[in-house]
C-alpha cells in the first residue's frame, strides 16, 4: 500500500521520537540539531490519529506545529488558507504564499451578512482565515447594523462555534443594533463565521461583523 510521506524537520523528529511515533535518526543529537531529515508515516502524526477520516494529502498540507497537536479539524478548512492562532498571529511553517495574507488577517475575519426581511436567519458569511484553536477557548464576535437611534433596524446575530465534542453549533451573539458576544470554540481548526436574523421585518439588513 502506497504511504503518504515527507520531510520531516529536526525538531519535529526529536518531538516524534519523544511521543514514540519515530526512531531517532543515526547520529541524531538529543537537541534536534545536525539531524537529516527523515520519511515519517502522515498516518502517525498525532493530528492524523485524532482526525482518521481526514485525507492525508490534508495531513500533509498542514505546517508542522499543527501536525504534532490532537486539534479537531472541521470540515470547514480548506487547503491553502491562512491558519492563525486566536490572536491573529500566523501560526509558524506556511507556505509563503499563504503568509503573505497574514499582514491582512484580522481584515480576512470580517465581513457582512444578510438579514432577510423574512425574519429568517440569513446565509452565513465566513472568516477568511482557519483559527488553531486549543481547549477551552472562546471566539469573541462583535456587529452593528450600521444605523443609530431609535430608529435603526435591529437584528439578532450568531456566531459559529463548537460544542465539547467539536461539533460546529450556532451560538447566540446578541440582539440589538450594535453587539457581541463570545462562543465556545475549544480545540478545533476552523473558520468562524456569522449570520443575522431582522428583527425589523419586513426591512432586510446588512449586517457588519468582525471576529
Not at 506545529?65 to 506556511?94: A, N, R
Not at 451578512?113 to 452565513?124: D, H, I, N, V, Y
Request: glycine share 14%; hydrophobic share 40%.
Amino acid at each position: 500500500m502506497f504511504k503518504h510521506k515527507r520531510s520531516v524537520s529536526g525538531w519535529a523528529i526529536t518531538a516524534l521520537a519523544t511521543a514514540g511515533l519515530v526512531g531517532a535518526a543515526p547520529g541524531a543529537s538529543a537537541d534536534g540539531v545536525g539531524e537529516e531529515p527523515v520519511a515519517v508515516d502522515l498516518a502517525e502524526l498525532p493530528v492524523a490519529i485524532a482526525n482518521p477520516d481526514v485525507p492525508l494529502d490534508v495531513i500533509a498540507s498542514l505546517p508542522e506545529v499543527v501536525q504534532l497537536s490532537d486539534v479537531t479539524i472541521d470540515s470547514s478548512y480548506e487547503v491553502g488558507m491562512l491558519i492563525v492562532h486566536p490572536d491573529g498571529t500566523p501560526v509558524e511553517g506556511q507556505d509563503p504564499e499563504v503568509m503573505s495574507a497574514a499582514r491582512n488577517s484580522r481584515a480576512l475575519c470580517s465581513g457582512s451578512a444578510l438579514a432577510p426581511g423574512t425574519g429568517s436567519f440569513g446565509p452565513a458569511s465566513t472568516c477568511g482565515s482557519v483559527v488553531f484553536g486549543s481547549p477551552g477557548y472562546y471566539r469573541s464576535y462583535v456587529w452593528n447594523t450600521g444605523g443609530v437611534g431609535i430608529n435603526a433596524p435591529r437584528a439578532c446575530g450568531q456566531g459559529r462555534g463548537f460544542t465539547s465534542q467539536a461539533v460546529p453549533t450556532w451560538y447566540s451573539v446578541g440582539c440589538g443594533t450594535n453587539t457581541g458576544g463570545s462562543v465556545h470554540w475549544g480545540n478545533v481548526l476552523g473558520n468562524p463565521a456569522f449570520r443575522a436574523q431582522s428583527l425589523s421585518v419586513p426591512l432586510s439588513i446588512s449586517v457588519r461583523w468582525s471576529s
